[in-house]
């Protein structure tokens, strides 16, 4: 995950809006990805943005790409206790047939 | 259903002891993948696997190996070589093989490895 950077911790208060943020340095890479892992469990895909694309939004899911800034955010409106886990962001650079993952943000909720 | 089955959950080695990690698919998924998750280093990449019989190495095959006899499944094994095998293992697969762009990789639950 070297090549893919976020921030380790965030935490917030339940109903408030959380915002996780990836920068990635691959340009080239055709899809970004953010996962969900809940303690002790596998990932599980939440959503992804194609690359000509500078948003999209699915439920209370926002995902806002910035490809000039290599930049990639993950915004969770109305933020619930059962999404407290660990989000990752992913890319998939051309030419590798994997994902390249970022370290992970620990989201903490508060009641 | 269809997922991506990992045993055991949890397993424990003895220095010097080679193991091997089961992931099996039923979900008709040609690329296989096995990643190590540590804290705070996010998911690193072991092997991984376009198509039966073939498999590459990732960012960190130093001490691994594996095979893909059959579509279904991709054990990966931890061996003597491998210095610091304690960690979370994680395989998943994907439905296409070529080129990018790459689909939905499906993860299974986990393995956590501890070296006793």
């Known amino acids: 995950g070297e090549d893919v950077e976020q921030s380790l911790f965030l935490s917030v208060r339940e109903g408030d809006s959380s915002v996780i943020n990836c920068t990635y340095t691959?340009?080239?890479?055709?899809?970004l990805y953010w996962y969900k892992q809940e303690p002790g469990a596998g990932l599980q895909l939440l959503t992804y943005?194609?690359?000509?694309?500078d948003m999209k939004q699915d439920q209370r899911l926002t995902v806002l790409l910035n490809k000039k800034d290599k930049h990639l955010s993950l915004r969770i409106a109305d933020t619930q206790t059962g999404d407290s886990a660990i989000y990752f962001c992913?890319?998939?650079?051309?030419?590798?047939?994997?994902?390249?993952f970022g370290s992970g943000t620990r989201l903490q909720v508060q009641p | 259903d269809g997922g991506i089955t990992q045993s055991p959950k949890y397993l424990f080695r003895k220095e010097g002891q080679n193991v091997t990690l089961s992931c099996e698919q039923n979900?008709?998924?040609?690329?296989m993948y096995w990643y190590r998750q540590d804290p705070g280093q996010g998911l690193r990449l072991i092997y991984y696997?376009?198509?039966?019989?073939?498999?590459q190495k990732g960012d960190i095959a130093e001490g691994y190996s594996v095979s893909r006899e059959k579509k279904e499944s991709f054990p990966l094994t931890v061996t003597s070589a491998q210095k610091n095998p304690t960690a979370f293992y994680l395989c998943?697969?994907?439905?296409?093989?070529?080129?990018?762009?790459?689909?939905?990789?499906?993860f299974g639950q986990g393995t956590r490895l501890t070296v006793v």
């Open positions: 696997s376009q198509i039966v019989n073939d498999f």
């Open positions: 992913a890319e998939s650079p051309s030419g590798r047939r994997a994902l390249t």
């Open positions: 691959d340009s080239s890479s055709t899809y």
């Open positions: 979900l008709n998924h040609d690329a």
């Open positions: 943005i194609f690359s000509n694309m």
């Open positions: 998943a697969s994907r439905p296409s093989q070529g080129p990018a762009p790459l689909t939905e990789a499906f």
